[in-house]
């Protein structure tokens, strides 16, 4: 997902500390997931917020 959203990680992390990523989900083994359809949702949003 951060290739193809072109972000380091880092900023990744900034955004899920200040709420501004989209719902993870966690996997036993600790690793982060995002739904596809959780992030096209996110995605659609911020396209219609800098509309």
Known sequence: M????RIPRSTWYL???T???PRVY???NGELRV???VLE???S???????
Request: no cysteine; charged share 40%; glycine share 4%.
């Open 15 to 17: 955004w899920r500390q």
């Open 2 to 5: 951060l290739k193809e959203l």
């Open 41 to 43: 949702a996110w995605l």
């Open 45 to 51: 949003d911020l396209e219609s917020e800098a509309a």
């Open 19 to 21: 709420g501004r990523a």
């Open 35 to 37: 739904r596809r359809s």
């Open 26 to 28: 966690k996997l036993p």
